[in-house]
């Protein structure tokens, strides 16, 4: 197969690189928001707005470009293409020189890139087989039909469909809602990560011959394999599924391990390689088991593991960014709640009954859980004021039964650190307690609400009252949690990390949309009398 690949704002992300130049241009305010399209209709609405963009743009693409990321995603596709003996073009308009200047250069600060990504043709993977500038795009569209492509993927909707392109060459339009990301665009054209694509990270990595392969993983944010070594330890591979809102998991996963091996954390896999262009991590495999249940010895190893988190976090005064989707007050949980409901948006437009199970029951339930939260909020903090960093903790942030394993001895290792960060322990409390995967019934939950209370009571007069409140409002992101099967994104991602067929995908929709009405229930009958005291 030969595929034909756009380069700007299809291999290489400029959102982050457009707003800080912007910012530091004077052009947008700091506390701006925003894509790439929303900040060039905002700059352009300036006076001499159509000026200030070019100079922008010239200034991003050239100078700046250094600081632009490649899409999540992408160089992983790019590799797995090669191994697969497909051939790679990228295939860019870009001129020699900028629009508005003549004296900055746009090709040479874009080659440094590519050689910086390892993406040049000579470079040791050699993962493009050639790279081509073109100054119109009438020359681009002669080209791309040139090289008789059978693939070409480029982020303008104006190539995709240009009345002259080839029409045996199948387009995939970067962005739109089915291939918004490169790991749905890798799931579409190469399919599944495979048992080949394994034994070719290992011999690439050096790490010994493999034998055997087999697929090991439960969750739909990674791909996890078992690979047997000749005359080694086997070992675990994990293939980790990013997008622009958790753009590196891997790194987050690296630094937790590296923390908590250095103040003698041990039960957490041992990391072996590490890849930051293949977005992929090797750990010495643990030999154990899923935690199938949640019962009360689990829940002290739970506890003793947060509990050593918590002396790590604040005796060491370890430096270490907030975990993943932190809420360290209760507006903090209501965005949560807003964001969520935003990226469901779309999936309601097109489902009547997830439409009709937000707006007639989920939304008024919240809207009343948030008011009664707010009348009920300690009275020495503030809904709106994030707590004092002496009460954060570092914590997993997703921690329970489908990320524990148990080995023949009764051992348990804790595994994920995906979203690791600091954090209100609150939060960690109620998503143990709300997790689908532990199935905590009431007398498991007062004892996993008993070992927190003395755990944090001490030292946080207002723990055990902030958790009453914060439960029900977690609850309501919980039951949107559950909905995201709803949202093609997260659907596509899934569907890569797991052997799904798109004929079960109505099926889970149907059983996701039930255990959140399901929980919905619990939660408005529970929520002005905490059931775990």
């Known amino acids: 197969m030969k595929i034909g690949i756009d380069l700007d704002n299809t291999i290489i992300s400029y959102d982050k690189v457009f707003k800080i130049a912007a910012k530091s241009f004077d052009l947008i305010s700091d506390d701006w928001s925003g894509n790439k399209e929303k900040l060039k209709s905002c700059i352009r609405q300036l006076p001499d707005g159509e000026k200030r963009w070019q100079k922008l743009q010239g200034y991003v693409y050239s100078e700046a470009i250094e600081n632009a990321d490649a899409f999540p995603g992408v160089i992983r596709f790019l590799w797995r293409a090669k191994n697969k003996g497909h051939h790679v073009f990228i295939i860019s308009h870009k001129t020699e020189v900028a629009h508005h200047d003549s004296k900055i250069n746009l090709?040479?600060?874009?080659?440094r890139w590519l050689k910086e990504q390892q993406l040049l043709p000579e470079s040791n993977l050699g993962l493009i087989k050639e790279i081509l500038f073109l100054s119109?795009?009438?020359?681009?569209?002669?080209?791309?039909?040139?090289?008789?492509?059978?693939?070409?993927?480029?982020?303008?909707?104006?190539?995709?469909?240009?009345?002259?392109?080839?029409?045996?060459i199948d387009t995939i339009h970067f962005g739109e809602s089915v291939y918004s990301t490169w790991p749905s665009i890798e799931n579409y054209l190469l399919k599944n990560i495979d048992v080949e694509d394994c034994y070719a990270l290992i011999r690439q990595s050096s790490l010994g011959n493999p034998v055997s392969c087999q697929t090991c993983n439960e969750g739909g944010n990674s791909s996890v394999w078992k690979i047997e070594l000749e005359n080694s330890s086997p070992v675990t591979v994990k293939y980790y599924i990013n997008d622009l809102s958790h753009a590196d998991r891997?790194?987050?996963?690296?630094?937790?391990?590296?923390?908590?091996?250095?103040?003698?954390?041990?039960?957490?896999?041992?990391?072996l390689h590490s890849n930051k262009y293949l977005e992929i991590s090797v750990f010495e495999h643990i030999n154990a088991s899923t935690v199938q249940c949640m019962n009360e010895s689990k829940v002290d190893f739970v506890s003793n593991f947060i509990e050593k988190l918590k002396d790590v976090g604040g005796e060491y005064e370890v430096d270490f960014p907030l975990a993943s989707a932190a809420c360290l007050c209760g507006d903090d949980i209501v965005k949560q709640i807003n964001s969520r409901l935003s990226n469901l948006q779309q999936a309601c437009e097109n489902n009547a009954e997830l439409s009709k199970f937000i707006n007639n029951a989920l939304l008024p339930t919240a809207d009343k859980i948030i008011e009664w939260s707010k009348l009920n909020w300690p009275s020495k903090q503030h809904f709106n004021l994030p707590i004092e960093k002496t009460y954060q903790i570092l914590t997993p942030s997703d921690i329970?039964?489908?990320?524990?394993?148990?080995?023949?001895?009764?051992?348990?290792?804790?595994?994920?650190?995906?979203?690791?960060?600091?954090?209100?322990p609150v939060k960690t409390a109620s998503d143990f307690l709300l997790h689908p995967k532990n199935k905590i019934d009431t007398k498991l939950g007062?004892?996993?609400?008993?070992?927190?209370k003395d755990l944090f009571s001490d030292t946080d007069a207002d723990f055990m009252q902030r958790l009453a409140v914060s439960w029900p409002l977690y609850g309501v992101c919980w039951c949107l949690i559950m909905?995201?099967?709803?949202?093609?994104?997260?659907?596509?991602?899934?569907?890569?990390?797991?052997?799904?067929?798109?004929?079960?995908?109505s099926k889970v929709k149907s059983e996701q949309l039930n255990k959140s009405a399901v929980l919905l229930q619990f939660i408005e009958c529970n929520y002005k009398q905490f059931p775990y005291l």
Do not use: C
């Open 107 to 111: 090709r040479n600060p874009a080659l």
């Open 136 to 168: 119109t795009q009438k020359e681009k569209i002669k080209k791309i039909n040139e090289l008789n492509l059978d693939v070409m993927i480029d982020d303008l909707i104006e190539i995709v469909e240009h009345p002259l392109l080839d029409n045996n």
């Open 250 to 271: 891997r790194v987050t996963e690296m630094h937790a391990n590296q923390i908590m091996r250095k103040y003698g954390i041990e039960n957490i896999p041992n990391v």
């Open 400 to 424: 329970g039964a489908h990320n524990m394993m148990e080995d023949s001895d009764g051992s348990i290792f804790f595994i994920d650190f995906e979203y690791f960060g600091f954090d209100d």
């Open 446 to 452: 007062k004892i996993w609400v008993g070992r927190m």
């Open 483 to 505: 909905l995201n099967e709803f949202r093609n994104t997260d659907w596509q991602r899934r569907k890569l990390s797991k052997e799904l067929s798109e004929e079960e995908h």
